[in-house]
């Protein structure tokens, strides 16, 4: 077997993400070989090297890798593809875009979302929001994978692994970077964070989201999440939403604060360590998987919260 | 311009859903089946264009068992103009679903095709990418905004770090993310007036394409079950738990 692991990366910094997948490669074993596609980017296949259980890097810049549109990485990674019998990535937004194509370039059936490796051809991957777990066997010859890197752990950073620079791909040009406005917040990464602490559509206003949440996750050195109620209100970015169409998150520690426990909000964050909630309905889903319950008014609760840690 | 707009018809989102015990599947029997919801923001991004002059034709095609012309009906309700369901027992893989829709796509020549991003009954989140690599074509997946200029459209992508704005040339295949809009409510009008529009019925047998699956299912279990822990009585109980397990 000879997997070849996507990296997930910004042209400068490796995202701790591609370690995780990298376990679930291991534990499917074999040669494992890490492709940085992006441009400017030997910091990340250096850092990338360092992984363990990693072969060997492959580094492929050119200008049209550099924002990782997904025609381009999937030529590329089908240039290598006679090298390979599988292909993983994070289940990040990169990978969902780029490795269906790829699969679909090979004329395989792409396996979303692995939580769990059965064997070197049989995984486990939730569906229907994490409300069913379907372990499926992969009987196509080559494999294409995504790994929900929350199921996994990182592997060490002990290796020195060669780098390979392989010749500038050709353009593809169907597709092309105009501009992105990513949000550089100092605190934790959502999908790294040890805590993350979350509001929904009670906190009624952006003001009082921020308001209320940022001493808390500044305290507590915590990543900021939020319900897809409080993201369509406006309250949060996108890119904070968890759930089954935003972000899956398994911290030690969730707290998720005015959110009701809707299945697609517990999809993203149920395999969490130590639950709480905070809500002022008795009633509300959220307190039947929450391993301890407030029923308060937040206004009151999280400044008190706050002043007493 | 011609817009194609891939349905699925899924358990409804609102159902909590029953894993059957012998480990053989979800129980499909007797449960409230409507239009996957990003696929509602497909057709209604589609609508939309047409309704700005944008786009002349919107068809709606879905792939399933017979009962999927309820759902391509309900398409026709929120303002397509015509429905081909190629009609098939077996339940496909995306790959598949991909194969049938390029044949599709080869026939009818659109110059878009939008899907949602995700099925919600299997969360694969693939067909879309798999069906503009078949096709050849760009893809702007996960779209929370779509510009439509001449030959090429902008489209912004909800990404892991934002926003990410890029430009495709059509044809294109767009997959959508619930932001791009808020589908419409069918008049009780369009639902009479949409049983006139056309809705074509082919069999998948006549497509003459590879649909074995090739992820053979070993079972479908119940995930590990959380269970309500304990109700604290003050701010002050709670910081005592948590400082207890060293969690803050
Ligand atoms: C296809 C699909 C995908 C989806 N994906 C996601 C997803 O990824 N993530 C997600 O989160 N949602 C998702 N949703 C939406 C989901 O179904 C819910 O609508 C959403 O999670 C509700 O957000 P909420 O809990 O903040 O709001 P609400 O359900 O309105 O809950 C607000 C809660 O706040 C409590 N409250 C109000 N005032 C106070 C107060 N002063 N103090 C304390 N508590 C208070 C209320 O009791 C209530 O329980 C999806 C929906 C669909 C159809
Ligand atoms: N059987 C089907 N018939 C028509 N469209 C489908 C079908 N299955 C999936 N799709 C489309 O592909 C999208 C993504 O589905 P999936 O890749 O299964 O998550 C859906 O939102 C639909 O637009």
Do not use: W
């Not at chain 1, 910004?10 to 992006?38: F, M, R």
């Not at chain 1, 025609?71 to 590329?76: D, H, I, M, R, T």
């Not at chain 2, 078949?134 to 770090?161: C, H, I, P, W």
């Amino acid at each position: 077997m000879t997997i070849l692991v996507l990296a997930e990366h910004n042209n400068v910094e490796l995202s701790i993400e591609t370690a995780k997948a990298l376990d679930a490669a291991t534990q499917i074993g074999g040669e494992i070989h890490v492709l940085v596609a992006g441009f400017n980017a030997m910091a990340v296949a250096k850092q990338a090297a360092k992984l363990d259980n990693v072969a060997k890097v492959i580094l492929a810049q050119s200008q049209e890798l550099e924002h990782c549109l997904a025609e381009p990485v999937a030529a590329l990674i089908m240039s290598l593809a006679d090298n390979y019998n599988m292909f993983m990535s994070c289940a990040s937004s990169n990978g969902k875009n780029i490795m269906p194509r790829v699969a679909a370039l090979l004329d395989v059936m792409q396996i979303s979302e692995i939580i769990e490796v059965l064997s070197a051809d049989s995984f486990k991957r939730p569906i229907y929001a994490g409300n069913a777990i379907l372990s499926v066997q992969s009987l196509d010859e080559k494999k294409v994978i995504t790994v929900r890197t929350s199921s996994f752990s990182s592997v060490g950073t002990s290796n020195d692994a060669p780098i390979e620079e392989i010749a500038e791909p050709s353009e593809i040009g169907l597709s092309s970077f105009v501009n992105a406005q990513y949000s550089d917040s100092a605190r934790p990464d959502l999908t790294a964070a040890k805590i993350v602490i979350s509001g929904g559509r009670a906190f009624g206003s952006a003001e009082k989201f921020n308001e209320l949440l940022n001493p808390l996750a500044d305290r507590l050195g915590a990543a900021i999440g939020a319900s897809r109620a409080a993201v369509d209100a406006g309250y949060a970015n996108n890119d904070l939403q968890v759930g089954q169409t935003g972000k899956i998150v398994a911290p030690d520690l969730y707290i998720a604060c005015g959110i009701s426990g809707a299945i697609q909000h517990v999809a993203g964050m149920s395999s969490s360590k130590t639950i709480v909630a905070i809500n002022k309905d008795a009633d509300a889903p959220i307190f039947q998987i929450a391993d301890y319950g407030l029923v308060a008014d937040l206004f009151e609760a999280l400044p008190e919260l706050e002043k007493s840690l | 311009m011609k817009i194609l707009v891939p349905i699925k018809r899924v358990i409804d989102y609102k159902v909590k859903i029953n894993v059957k015990a012998d480990g053989s599947g979800v129980q499909l029997d007797n449960v409230k089946m409507s239009m996957n919801p990003f696929d509602e923001n497909s057709l209604e991004e589609a609508i939309k264009l047409k309704e700005a002059g944008k786009a002349d034709e919107v068809i709606v095609v879905s792939i399933g068992c017979a009962k999927v012309a309820e759902t391509l009906r309900a398409g026709l309700a929120m303002g397509a103009d015509r429905a081909i369901l190629v009609q098939s027992e077996e339940i496909l893989e995306p790959l598949a679903v991909a194969k049938i829709l390029k044949i599709i796509a080869e026939e009818e020549k659109p110059d878009l095709i939008i899907l949602g991003k995700q099925a919600i009954d299997d969360d694969n989140n693939q067909t879309g990418q798999m069906l503009a690599a078949m096709l050849n074509y760009a893809q702007a997946t996960f779209a929370y905004k779509l510009e439509l200029n001449g030959d090429s459209a902008n489209v912004t992508r909800e990404v892991d770090g934002g926003l990410q704005t890029i430009n495709i040339k059509l044809p294109a295949i767009i997959t959508t993310d619930l932001r791009i809009n808020k589908p419409r409510f069918t008049s009780l009008p369009n639902i009479i007036k949409a049983k006139k529009k056309p809705l074509e019925i082919k069999s998948i047998a006549d497509f003459n394409v590879d649909i074995s699956p090739r992820l053979k299912i070993l079972n479908t279990q119940e995930p590990p079950v959380r269970t309500a822990g304990i109700i604290v009585g003050t701010v002050a109980e709670l910081v005592e738990k948590l400082k207890a397990k060293s969690l803050v």
